[in-house]
DNA sequence: AAAAACAGAACGAACGTTCGGTTTGTCCTG
DNA sequence: CAGGACAAACCGAACGTTCGTTCTGTTTTT
C-alpha cells in the first residue's frame, strides 16, 4: 500500500484505480477492493471524489499530464530535425517502457467509450507540428499526419508494451529506418 | 435486432454481446441489455451459454477463426514475396475496416485481461512464417519478428482503425514503403 | 412423445453510494 | 503557549439498486 505525503490519500486511491483496472479491466474493478489497496475508507474515498467515475477521470487527467511532460523533455525546436525525431523516439520509448501501467490504463480507457475530454494525443500533436509534410513546407513524406504518427510514435507504443526487452542496437536501427520511412526523399 | 436462420438466437446473443461491449465497454455490459438487443429472454441465454464469461469467450472465440480465414485469403506461398506481402496487406486492411466493431472487440478483450487460450496472433504468424529474417534464409532484415509484424500488419490495424479513409493511392504507397523498411537489403 | 428452444418472474450476492460519528490538523484568542 | 473552535480527513456499517444466475413452466421442433 503506497503511502503518500501528508497523510492525504487522494493520490493513493488514483494509484490503486490504476492498479486495479489494468490487472483486472474496468469490469471488476470494485470500490471496495479501490478502498482495500489504496488503505481507505470507502468513506473517505467519497469525500475526495464524487464518484467511481470520477477518479477514472481523475486518473487519466493525470497520466495525459505526466505523458506530456516526459514526451517533450529535453526537446526543442531548433534541433535538426533528423536529431529531434530520434531524440522524441527515445523518449516515447522511455515513457512507455517506465510506466506500463499508465499506458495499458490510456488505451483501456479510449476503448471502453469514456468521453476523451481532452485530446489523448496532445503529446504527439504537438511535436508533430515541427515535421509537417513536404507540401507544408516540412521535411516529412507528403501523407496525412495520422499515417505519420502511426507509422512512428504508434510503432514506439506497441514496442515498448512488449513483454520482452529489445537491444538497444537494434532498436536504434529501427528508429533510423523508421526515419528514412517518413522523411521526405 | 438481427434474426438469425433456424429461429437459433445464439447467433444473435454472440452478436448483441459484440455490440454492447464495443460502444460501452466490459463494465456495463449487463445480461439485461444483451438479452433485450438479442431478442433472447435471460432464461434462453443460459440455455446456450453457461455464463456472461461464456458468452464473451465465445465472441472472442468465433471472431479470432473469421479473422484467420480472411486475412489468408487468396494468399498461397508460392507467390512472390513482394507481392504476397502486399497481397496480405490489402486484405489485412480490408479486414480491418469491413469488421471495425469485432477489432475493438479483440483489443479491448486482450487488454481487460481476459484468457487468451488461444493465441490472438495466429493469422498473423502462420503468414510471418513465410517471411523469417534473412538470418533463418528469409528475406526480411533480421530483427525480432514482432519487431516486423508492429512495423507491418499492427501499422495495418491501426491505420484501419482510423475514422478517416485513406486514398487508395496513398495506403498503395504506404504498403510499399513499408514493404522496403522491412525486407532486407 | 420426447427433446430442444424459449419466456420471464424471482433470488441472493455484490455493487456504488450514503450517512452518522470520530480523529486529525489548523488557526484564532487570551 | 494553552485551549477551544472549526474544518478537513477519515472510518465502516448500512442502504437501495442492479447484476448474474436460477427456476418453473410453456412453446416449438423433430
Known amino acids: ?30 470500490m471496495s477492493l479501490i478502498a482495500e489497496r489504496s488503505g481507505a475508507s470507502t468513506g473517505v474515498i467519497y469525500h475526495h471524489f464524487a464518484s467511481k467515475e470520477e477518479i477514472i477521470q481523475a486518473v487519466y487527467e493525470r497520466t495525459r499530464l505526466l505523458k506530456t511532460e516526459e514526451f517533450l523533455k529535453g526537446y526543442s525546436p531548433e534541433m535538426d530535425a533528423r536529431d529531434a525525431f530520434l531524440h522524441v523516439w527515445a523518449n ?17 480507457y479510449a476503448l471502453a467509450g469514456f468521453p476523451c475530454v481532452s485530446d489523448p ?4 500533436n504537438q ?34 508494451q512488449s513483454p520482452r526487452k529489445w537491444k538497444p542496437a537494434t532498436l536504434r536501427e529501427v528508429a533510423e529506418q523508421t526515419w528514412e520511412s517518413v522523411k521526405a526523399d
Open 1 to 30: 500500500m503506497p503511502s503518500k505525503r501528508k497523510g492525504n490519500k487522494r493520490d493513493a486511491i488514483l494509484d490503486a484505480m490504476l492498479d486495479v483496472v489494468v490487472e483486472r479491466g474496468f469490469h471488476e474493478a470494485p
Open 92 to 108: 516515447c520509448y522511455e515513457f512507455y517502457r517506465k510506466h506500463p501501467r499508465e499506458m495499458r490504463f490510456m488505451e483501456q
Open 121 to 124: 494525443k496532445a503529446a504527439e
Open 127 to 160: 511535436f508533430f507540428r515541427r515535421f509537417q509534410s513536404r507540401a507544408k513546407g516540412g521535411v516529412l513524406k507528403d501523407w496525412p499526419q495520422e499515417i505519420l504518427q502511426e507509422m512512428t510514435l504508434g510503432l514506439v507504443a506497441r514496442l515498448a
